[in-house]
């Protein structure tokens, strides 16, 4: 790949993710049925329409692309080109009926996560960077804050839950030196953050149809997303993730998460 994702991927991933916006839109605040996955999360209607339309419509573009998605497995992922998609991300909220949920889909080159959308449906935002194209939300430019300093900074996690044993110390460590801490939001705080209103965020479980599309927006936008370790984030990685708005931030929360 050269001179950054093609025009015409960068399309058909905003075509995908307006598709996948139809039944979650559809079934929003309405007494919809739903069952439980092995894993106790819940899987709704909506969750399986989203995936199947983004699905459909690779099938007949790109049939010889990868798809990695949370609702129906992992095809053809060794391919050049690979769709991650999580097309519900934020379920209990969803079913809540509160609006901090979001689809995610990331586009992979070699391996590597090189685009990404964070959209919320229902809101109409949509957040969107990748290699060789600048972090927008809604098409206008946007950019992380400025902040270097730790004890000025926001941080926030989905959930205390997330976080346990060493993680949890570590966790504990990190957010007792910063300004705010904040809980909740799923994908919807990177979004956040990528318009400089929140520093950081700071997460122990996420999967990889999670962390592929928020990677590349973020690092759009001026960020850095490593895992704890500090090292690049791929399909193989376990789930524990730093976004931070500069190096200096980055850096500090790395220097207590990593020895987690």
């Given at each position: 790949?050269?001179?950054?994702?093609?025009?015409?991927?960068?399309?058909?991933?905003?075509?995908?993710?307006?598709?996948?916006?139809?039944?979650?839109?559809?079934?929003?605040?309405?007494?919809?049925?739903?069952?439980r996955?092995?894993?106790?999360?819940?899987?709704?209607?909506?969750?399986?329409?989203a995936?199947?339309?983004?699905?459909?419509?690779?099938?007949?573009?790109?049939?010889?692309?990868?798809?990695?998605?949370?609702?129906?497995?992992?095809?053809?992922?060794?391919?050049?080109?690979?769709?991650?998609?999580?097309?519900?991300?934020?379920?209990?909220?969803?079913?809540?009926?509160?609006?901090?949920?979001?689809?995610?889909?990331?586009?992979?080159?070699?391996?590597?996560?090189?685009?990404?959308?964070?959209?919320?449906?229902?809101?109409?935002?949509?957040?969107?960077?990748?290699v060789?194209?600048?972090?927008?939300?809604?098409?206008?430019?946007?950019?992380?804050?400025?902040?270097?300093?730790l004890?000025?900074?926001?941080?926030?996690?989905?959930?205390?839950?997330?976080?346990?044993?060493?993680?949890?110390?570590?966790?504990?460590?990190?957010?007792?030196?910063?300004?705010?801490?904040?809980?909740g939001?799923?994908?919807?705080?990177?979004?956040?953050?990528?318009?400089?209103?929140?520093?950081?965020?700071?997460?122990?479980?996420?999967?990889?149809?999670?962390?592929?599309?928020?990677?590349?927006?973020?690092?759009?936008?001026?960020?850095?997303?490593?895992?704890?370790?500090g090292?690049?984030?791929?399909?193989?990685?376990?789930?524990?993730?730093?976004?931070?708005?500069?190096?200096?931030?980055?850096?500090?929360?790395?220097?207590?998460?990593?020895?987690?």
């Open positions: 790949m050269n001179g950054g994702v093609p025009a015409a991927r960068v399309a058909l991933a905003h075509r995908l993710v307006s598709a996948a916006g139809v039944p979650l839109r559809q079934h929003f605040r309405t007494a919809l049925g739903a069952e996955k092995g894993d106790a999360s819940p899987v709704t209607l909506a969750d399986r329409g995936e199947m339309a983004m699905r459909d419509i690779l099938s007949k573009d790109m049939p010889h692309d990868g798809v990695w998605g949370e609702e129906f497995g992992a095809e053809n992922v060794d391919a050049e080109w690979v769709w991650v998609m999580d097309p519900l991300d934020g379920t209990r909220a969803f079913r809540a009926g509160k609006p901090m949920f979001g689809i995610l889909l990331g586009l992979l080159h070699k391996g590597v996560p090189v685009l990404g959308i964070i959209d919320q449906p229902v809101l109409n935002e949509r957040w969107a960077g990748g060789g194209w600048p972090a927008q939300m809604n098409g206008r430019n946007i950019a992380v804050s400025a902040e270097t300093q004890t000025h900074a926001s941080l926030n996690a989905t959930s205390p839950s997330m976080f346990s044993g060493k993680n949890a110390t570590a966790m504990q460590q990190l957010s007792s030196q910063v300004a705010d801490m904040l809980w939001g799923d994908a919807y705080a990177y979004g956040l953050m990528c318009m400089g209103l929140i520093d950081m965020v700071v997460e122990a479980d996420l999967k990889p149809h999670d962390f592929c599309a928020l990677a590349p927006v973020v690092q759009a936008a001026g960020g850095i997303m490593t895992d704890w370790q090292a690049p984030l791929h399909l193989n990685s376990d789930g524990r993730v730093i976004a931070a708005a500069t190096p200096a931030l980055w850096q500090a929360a790395q220097n207590i998460l990593g020895a987690a």
